[in-house]
């Protein structure tokens, strides 16, 4: 622990943080395509999306603006911070990398345990898709609900939960 970690009115070192701020990512071609999915716009995912692993999935130009504002707005509320951690996956890792531009001092922590969880083989598919291509898997999900239902290869929520 360094200086900054101790309490100037009592002289002791904190175990936590005085304050932790969340950032989400920018916006990715995932983020809208699933929207457009969502809206009935497009049937399935593009290429973009499904010829790439999920962790490597790029932020869009907007979202490479929204981590630009926010790294702004943050140094305008809280000034500094001492540590930032990043996900390993691409659009998580530059977001935090863009903010960083405005906290130079800080230290750039990439931390797996904050990474989004595995969605196995049906990462990438539509619901639609998961019934039509993984029947028993499509049954399965229904049946376990998706917060307990984990696909071949991949997480249930309680799983990154622990």
Not at 124 to 138: A, D, I, S, V
Not at 140 to 153: A, L, N, S, V
Request: aromatic residues 12%; contains cysteine.
């Amino acid at each position: 622990m360094t200086e900054k970690n101790k309490d100037p009115d009592i002289g002791v070192r904190q175990k936590w943080p005085n304050r932790l701020v969340l950032v989400r990512h920018g916006r990715s071609i995932y983020n809208e395509e699933r929207e457009l999915i969502n809206r009935g716009v497009l049937d399935t995912y593009t290429t973009k999306v499904k010829d790439v692993r999920n962790a490597d999935i790029d932020l869009e130009e907007k979202g490479k603006e929204q981590a630009k504002q926010t790294a702004l707005f943050l140094k305008e509320q809280y000034g500094n911070f001492d540590v930032i951690f990043a996900s390993p996956f691409k659009r998580a890792y530059k977001t935090a990398r863009i903010i960083e531009g405005q906290f130079p001092t800080a230290l750039f922590i990439t931390e797996e345990r904050i990474r989004e969880k595995e969605f196995g083989v049906i990462d990438g598919l539509t619901p639609q898709e998961l019934r039509e291509l993984f029947p028993h898997e499509y049954a399965r999900k229904q049946k376990e609900d998706k917060y307990y239902y984990r696909p071949i290869g991949g997480e249930s929520y309680p799983d990154v939960g622990c």
